[in-house]
């Protein structure tokens, strides 16, 4: 494998707590080094591949905007793909501003086909949910949580699992929003105790919210499996890593999964589990801000220089085992 084009770091590093530390870094490498069809692999044509796993965030729906027929988009071309992923799984943000009923019902209609072709969609909550409202939409995620009062999940897979936490946090007038994230104390012991069971096995941690706002840097780099953490939030194509400490050989990268259609990069990223590590690709349709051009508007040159330093970017993870 050819080396990868590593950009410049874009900030100094910031201490997360006693134990963790973050070096925040530039938009992930390309992929052209890794080989589309490489012969190791010699996955098998059609079907659902197990060790698939595409990531979505920030889908924003609600039924007056541009939202839904991006979303459209990327659930028809995750059906298209072959073999298709045996699990989908979307980092929070899942309705526009506050969580609306219309929201969610719009939600269930579009990411419905994924069920019907035998595709699990694992959601977790981002500051513009509810949750009351998400489980009056989506019954059977509310009672498959982990941790009581909040949405926590795992999806397992053959060969690593993924750890959906809820740092959503509830204004008690459900009109009203909090942007910043956090985990209850409930969800960090569970956590804790969870990661402390992955003795052999490669474990990915997520949430909505990037890691410096969950207060788990420590105990994500105290764990020997925990090989990444990944979260939305942030609209863009962005990876960094985390470590211990100055004196111990200890970093787990970190990954944002952008926006499937509400600003920013826009688009999908598919999470390839080998046998001895994993490999992220992200899928980038355009870019926008604020929002997407008027007919007959001119794209900005920013706009497309961004797209091609963010297209089919991608982002390697080395599994951690004990």
Known sequence: MGTMDRRKFLGSMAFLGMQGAILKAAPFGKWEAIPADKARRKKKKGGTDDNLVVF???LHIHPDG????KLRRTIADILAMDPKPRNVIALGDLAYAIGK??????????VAPLETAGIHLTMAMGNHDR????????????AATHVKDRFVFVVETPRADFIL?????????PEKGIVEGALNDAQKQWLADKLSSYTDKPVFVSSHHPIEETGISGILVSSPTCSGYLFGHRH???DAWMMKNYAEQTLIRTLCIPSTGHWGDIGYTVFRLEEDHAEARFHEYEFFFPKPLAEGEEKPAQWTMIEREHGDSECMFAYRKA
């Not at 541009?66 to 027929?69: A, D, L, V």
């Open 165 to 173: 936490l809820d740092s959503l946090q509830e204004d008690p007038d």
């Open 56 to 58: 979505i965030s920030d």
């Open 66 to 69: 541009y939202q839904p027929e």
């Open 236 to 238: 863009i194509c962005l």
């Open 131 to 142: 949750r009351k409202r998400f489980a009056e939409a989506f019954p059977e995620m509310a």
């Open 101 to 110: 009923p219309e929201d969610y019902a719009l939600l269930k209609e579009i």
